[in-house]
Nanobody
Framework: QLQLAESGGGLVHPGGSLRLSCAAS????????IAWFRQAPGKEREEVGC????????KYADFVKGRFTVSRDDAKKTAYLQMDNLQPEDTAVYYC??????????????????WGVGTLVTVSS
C-alpha cells in the first residue's frame, strides 16, 4: 500500500519561497499521478496543482498564477511543490495525493487514491 509523507512546511515571510516534498514509501510512484491540495483554516480543501505520470503534464489552479511549480523525481520516489512569492492567503495545510494512472484518462485530474498527512505552511510577517 502506497504511503505518502509531506515535508518542507514552515513559517515564511510574505514574498518568500518554500519547497514541499511528497515522499512515497511501501510502493513506487510509477503509474501514479501526483496532486497537491491545500486547506486553510475554516475553508474547504482546494486543488493546487498536479503532475501526470509519464509525460509529466501539469495543471494548476488559477490562483497559482505562475507562482507554484509541481515536479517529480520517480527515481527518488518524491514529488515537489515549489512555491514562490508566497502571500498570507497561501497559509494552509498542504497535502499531496496520488492517483492511479488509467489508460482511458492518462493525465492527472486531482484524483485521490492515496493521501499524505499534510504539512503546515504559514505565511506571515
Amino acid at each position: 500500500q502506497l504511503q505518502l509523507a509531506e515535508s518542507g512546511g514552515g513559517l515564511v515571510h510574505p514574498g518568500g519561497s518554500l519547497r514541499l516534498s511528497c515522499a512515497a514509501s511501501q510502493a513506487s510512484l510509477h503509474y501514479k499521478h501526483i496532486a497537491w491540495f491545500r486547506q486553510a483554516p475554516g475553508k474547504e480543501r482546494e486543488e493546487v496543482g498536479c503532475i501526470s505520470y509519464g509525460d509529466e503534464t501539469t495543471k494548476y489552479a488559477d490562483f497559482v498564477k505562475g507562482r507554484f511549480t509541481v515536479s517529480r523525481d520517480d527515481a527518488k520516489k518524491t514529488a515537489y511543490l515549489q512555491m514562490d512569492n508566497l502571500q498570507p492567503e497561501d497559509t494552509a495545510v498542504y497535502y499531496c495525493a496520488a492517483e492511479i494512472w488509467r489508460a482511458y484518462d492518462p493525465h492527472c485530474g486531482f484524483g485521490t487514491d492515496f493521501w499524505g498527512v499534510g504539512t503546515l505552511v504559514t505565511v506571515s510577517s
